[in-house]
């Protein structure tokens, strides 16, 4: 099983930007397509963009145009860059391999431990 292991997040200032790094292991990440989520405290697990195997993306409503998600097969890993952040992206965020149907993406139950970030107003 591929294993994921999510970093770069930490506590920024309202309007900072960070960049979330998910390195995977044991697999080809080439094979699969990806997905961000975040989790806020007392909410449940959220989408937060999704990459598929050929570089289209998928975002949430509420972080299109200030987060983009990449994919770098050769060094296996994904990324979220995350612009113009606000209180409300406050959460833990964790990298997860899924897959599309459609415009639809479906997590599976390969989730890394995930990375906090913190936004301070």
């Known amino acids: 099983q591929v294993q994921l292991v999510e970093s770069g997040g930490g506590l920024v200032q309202a309007g900072e930007s960070l960049r979330l790094s998910c390195a995977a292991s044991?697999?080809?990440?080439?094979?699969?397509?990806m997905g961000w989520y975040r989790q806020a405290p007392g909410k449940q697990r959220e989408l937060v963009a999704a990459?598929?195997?050929?570089?289209?993306?998928k975002y949430s409503h509420s972080v299109k145009g200030r987060f983009t998600i990449s994919r770098d097969n050769a060094k296996n890993t994904v990324y979220l860059q995350m612009n113009s952040l606000e209180p409300g992206d406050i959460a833990v965020y964790y990298c997860?391999?899924?897959?599309?149907?459609?415009?639809?993406?479906?997590?599976?139950?390969?989730w890394g431990p995930g990375t906090q970030v913190t936004v301070s107003s």
């Open positions: 044991g697999g080809m990440i080439s094979n699969y397509d």
């Open positions: 997860n391999i899924g897959g599309f149907s459609g415009a639809y993406y479906y997590p599976s139950q390969n």
């Open positions: 990459i598929s195997r050929g570089g289209s993306t």
